[in-house]
């Protein structure tokens, strides 16, 4: 067990270039992006993967890989009840997504069918973060598709007219299963909360060029065989009292506190990630603001658990397993 004092952790972000991203990290949460006019439609918060792993921004854990605190740290980490967890690597992804185009009309597998396809599950929550006038949500099959109607839809090109449309408003947040056919609309960001998971199957992507010129590359087949066609409509989450998603994958609170307005953390032993949508918060002496993802280590104790505003108004998640 590490001899120190557990307090909050924040990591440093690992930016994805998409071609349908655009710079709202840089413009709306004052980030340094790595290049000058580059499209980043990913910010990956807290990640434990092979191919890109958020690490300690600072304290005496500064450089420490999240899979590092998985797997050496747990029980300080995360406490006690995942001592014996029998997954390898954290089971969450977080994310903002800034979606300057429609995203690719696509599906993820679930847990019942990854393995016909060599995938990995992925069910998620979106929680809009900051919405366009007009833009939109694609979320579920519209009613009356058929399997039949669906696999044409995707030879022709109108996969879109076989998705339901969901206007999209902020604070909004919306379930996704995997299964589910979907696609985050143009004018977006996007809090995302997922299983810890990069398999994505694209059915339609509006005919687009990637980031080097070429036709980006379409997975129907798969798409075909893990699409969900019996599953009712996909609705916004409704909230009752913090709790907006209480999900067999994670739960997801929402709540708000005025300036000087100080609130715990989950109870000690038990550890919990937050999201800043809006405002400004501190933890001792750590400032957090709009769009910081952060950690609440289980052994965290005392002013190390006590977020306190620090603007008229802030809003806060909190993301827990």
Not at 161 to 181: L, T
Not at 208 to 225: I, N
Request: proline share 3%; charged share 25%; glycine share 10%.
């Amino acid at each position: 067990m590490l001899s120190i004092d557990w307090s909050v952790l924040r990591f440093v972000p690992v930016y994805q270039e998409r071609v349908w991203g655009g710079r709202r990290l840089e413009t709306l949460y004052g980030r340094q992006l790595p290049k000058e006019g580059t499209p980043y439609g990913e910010s990956w918060e807290i990640c434990d993967r092979v191919e890109a792993q958020s690490e300690v921004a600072e304290g005496p854990l500064q450089g420490w890989s999240l899979h590092d605190l998985w797997m050496r740290s747990r029980v300080e980490v995360f406490g006690e009840k995942f001592a014996n967890h029998k997954a390898e690597r954290f089971p969450l992804l977080l994310k903002i997504l800034d979606a300057s185009e429609d995203l690719s009309i696509q599906v993820h597998p679930n847990d019942g069918n990854a393995e016909l396809v060599s995938g990995e599950a992925k069910s998620e929550a979106w929680f809009v973060a900051k919405a366009d006038s007009g833009s939109k949500l694609y979320a579920g099959l519209a009613e009356g598709v058929t399997r039949e109607g669906f696999e044409k839809a995707m030879g022709d090109g109108s996969l879109a007219a076989q998705v339901q449309v969901h206007e999209a408003v902020d604070g909004g947040c919306v379930a996704i299963a995997g299964g589910v056919m979907h696609a985050i609309g143009a004018g977006l960001v996007i809090f995302e909360i997922q299983q810890n998971s990069d398999t994505t199957y694209r059915g339609f992507d509006w005919n687009r060029v990637g980031l080097d010129g070429k036709p980006r590359e379409l997975h129907q087949e798969a798409a075909m065989k893990v699409t969900d066609f019996e599953g009712g409509p996909v609705k916004w989450q409704r909230q009752v009292g913090s709790r907006i998603l209480d999900w067999e994958y994670f739960k997801l609170d929402r709540f708000s506190v005025s300036k000087f307005e100080e609130r715990r953390a989950p109870g000690f032993g038990e550890f919990v990630i937050g999201a800043v949508v809006s405002g400004e918060i501190s933890f001792d002496e750590t400032t957090l603001r709009a769009g910081d993802f952060f950690l609440v280590p289980a052994l965290a104790r005392g002013e190390a658990r006590r977020l306190r505003g620090e603007s008229a108004s802030a809003e806060i998640l909190w993301v827990s397993l």
